[in-house]
């Protein structure tokens, strides 16, 4: 599954507390060939040495993004966009363990990370941020739906003069907030009882609350849940949000009103809805 913003949040808030100040002792990636091909990792792997004798100041996270800060403007970025697993071990891994990065720490404590779909652990200067698409995309001045900048007035402003479909307008590179993946869309529009073909000007001010109040309360239930019942926390412990509509709920019928739910092909994904409860015309 993939890691969205109450998940990214959960791990981030869980490094700073309980990582910063550490220093790494060493680095070690595995399955090097598979990561370098789809660009997962840094090309040129001596960017992984700055990473030695560094000591971690912050763990924040903005979006899907996690940025891991050390002293001296150096950072690790992980991106775990489709899916990982971020791990702290009081001591040395069992070596039959799958991971991609392994940092040992000065006091023999471990962080593992292992990405299960398409992502990125990149170090990188401060300098350097920038350049990297997810920390642009992601720690940038598009709202989040987590900052105090993120209200229903400046949310339902800037939906109302957006002329794409709703999909695009919460998920991807043009959307106008961060942190949204596919799997909280899905759930957020059925909550609202919206068709993800709509257009998103074309919603009337109820849609549009509707859809403000729907992006908050998936939030934060996901992150009280301690995050989707699929996503692992840095300690191993599972999540407990249960989709309210998702793949979960093929073969199901709709909870509010007993239709059947379907598989829709949209946006490059596939989006599962209740045709009766999201209308693909707008309410008269
Ligand atoms: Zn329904």
Not at 215 to 231: C, H, N, P, S
Request: net charge neutral; glycine share 8%; with cysteine.
């Amino acid at each position: 599954m993939s890691i969205e913003l109450p998940e990214a949040a959960i791990l981030a808030g869980q490094m700073n507390q309980h990582l910063r100040g550490k220093r790494i002792n060493s680095w070690h990636l595995e399955d090097l060939a598979k990561l370098q091909k789809s660009k997962m990792v840094r090309a040129d792997l001596e960017a992984f040495d700055r990473l030695v004798g560094s000591s971690i100041e912050s763990v924040v996270s903005r979006g899907n993004t996690i940025r891991v800060k050390l002293n001296g403007e150096y950072n690790l970025i992980i991106s775990p966009e489709y899916g990982g697993e971020i791990l702290y071990h009081e001591k040395k891994t069992d070596r039959a363990m799958k991971i991609h990065l392994n940092l040992e720490f000065e006091d023999g404590t471990v962080l593992t990370i292992r990405l299960k779909g398409w992502g990125a652990i990149y170090p990188l200067t401060d300098h350097e941020l920038e350049k990297m698409y997810t920390y642009a995309r992601d720690f940038s001045d598009t709202m989040s739906p987590d900052d105090p900048a993120f209200t229903r007035d400046s949310f339902t402003e800037i939906l109302s003069k957006y002329t794409k479909n709703i999909k695009m307008a919460l998920v991807g590179k043009d959307a106008i907030i961060v942190g949204i993946q596919n799997s909280a869309f899905q759930d957020i529009i059925y909550r609202a009882g919206i068709h993800p073909k709509r257009r998103a000007s074309d919603l009337d001010s109820n849609e549009a609350n509707g859809l403000f109040d729907a992006i908050v309360a998936l939030i934060t239930e996901r992150k009280a849940k301690g995050g989707k019942d699929q996503f692992i926390d840095l300690y191993g412990k599972q999540g407990e949000y249960v989709p309210v509509m998702g793949p979960n709920m093929k073969d199901e019928n709709c909870p509010r009103c007993g239709g059947s739910i379907e598989k829709l092909a949209h946006g490059g994904g596939h989006v599962y809805i209740c045709s009766s409860c999201q209308k693909a015309d707008a309410k008269t």
